[in-house]
C-alpha cells in the first residue's frame, strides 16, 4: 500500500503546486470544480479519477483508497506549498461530503 500512499500524496502535491498539466485534467472533469483559489470534488469521484488516471489505483477498492487517504499525510504535505484540505459541504456522511484543496492567497 505504500506505493498507492506515495502515488497519491505525489498527486495532491502536484495540484497544491498548480502543476498546469494537472489541473488542466482536474478542469476537464465534469464532477470537479477549479475555481478561484479552490479545487472542489467528492472522494468518490476522486476515486474514480485516480483510477482513470494512474494504474496504482486500479487495485485499490473505494474503502481502500477512502481508509488510507484519511490516514495519509496529505495535509501535513501539502500546508508547506500554501495549500489545505478541508470540508466545504459537510453532508454527515463521508462519500457525499465536499472537500476542497484550497490555495493560501499570501
Request: a positive charge; hydrophobic letters at 40%.
Amino acid at each position: 500500500m505504500q506505493v498507492v500512499e506515495d502515488a497519491l500524496i505525489a498527486f495532491f502535491e502536484q495540484v497544491a503546486r498548480k502543476d498546469t498539466a494537472r489541473l488542466k485534467k482536474l478542469e476537464q472533469e465534469p464532477c470537479f470544480n477549479v475555481e478561484q483559489g479552490r479545487w472542489c470534488f467528492t472522494l468518490p469521484d476522486l476515486h474514480v479519477f485516480l483510477q482513470r488516471q494512474d494504474d496504482v489505483f486500479s487495485r485499490v477498492d473505494y474503502k481502500q483508497f477512502r481508509k488510507l487517504l484519511f490516514n495519509s499525510p496529505v495535509n501535513q504535505v501539502v500546508k508547506p506549498l500554501g495549500a489545505e484540505v478541508i470540508i466545504i459541504g459537510n453532508r454527515a456522511k463521508v462519500d457525499k461530503s465536499r472537500y476542497a484543496l484550497v490555495w493560501q492567497t499570501t
